[in-house]
Structures are given as C-alpha cells and as structure tokens.
C-alpha cells in the first residue's frame, strides 16, 4: 500500500488538491479483512471513491453515500492520521 500511495501521490499527472490512498473495511465483515481504497478530490473530475476488487484485480467506483454506507475506517488509522495532522500544524 506505501509503494502504491507513493507512486500515485508522486505521479506528475496525479497532482489533485487532495487524494488519499488508505484501507477500510466492510462493515458487514466480522474479520474486518483490510481493503484500500483511493479517494481523490480534483477540480476536473470531483470527489471521487475506488475502492480496489481483488477477485477482479481493478478498482470499482463509489459515491461519497456509498462509500460511507458500506465502509469503515480502523480506529489506528484514525488515530495515526490524527496525530500526523497535528505534528503538521505544529
């Protein structure tokens, strides 16, 4: 997943004003079995989901309504992103 947020974040034809590349987790999944998911906020196109299918090997598009109906963020995420947010504004 690094090499992957890496590689799109550093992509000259992927300079967005905001796209995240992170995992979520169904919310139907007792296991909570890791999915990443690209977000990517761009003046061209809008706000938009990808949400990676590994049985097709692609990535399948979502609404915002969508996305937050179906999926949920790890606690450690939230919290890890928080803290790296806050030593940002410091």
């Given at each position: 997943?690094?090499i992957l947020s890496d590689v799109l974040?550093?992509?000259?034809?992927?300079?967005?004003?905001?796209?995240?590349?992170?995992?979520?987790?169904?919310?139907?999944?007792?296991?909570?079995k890791p999915i990443l998911f690209v977000?990517?906020?761009?003046?061209?196109?809008?706000?938009?989901?990808?949400?990676?299918?590994?049985?097709?090997?692609?990535?399948?598009?979502?609404?915002?309504?969508?996305?937050?109906?179906?999926?949920?963020?790890?606690?450690?995420?939230?919290?890890?992103?928080?803290?790296?947010?806050?030593?940002?504004?410091?």
């Amino acid at each position: 997943m690094r090499i992957l947020s890496d590689v799109l974040l550093k992509d000259e034809n992927l300079k967005f004003n905001k796209c995240v590349v992170n995992r979520v987790y169904n919310k139907t999944d007792k296991e909570k079995k890791p999915i990443l998911f690209v977000y990517i906020d761009s003046n061209e196109i809008g706000k938009k989901f990808y949400i990676a299918n590994k049985n097709e090997g692609n990535f399948v598009t979502l609404t915002q309504e969508e996305f937050t109906k179906q999926f949920e963020c790890y606690e450690k995420d939230l919290e890890k992103n928080e803290r790296l947010q806050t030593m940002g504004n410091e």
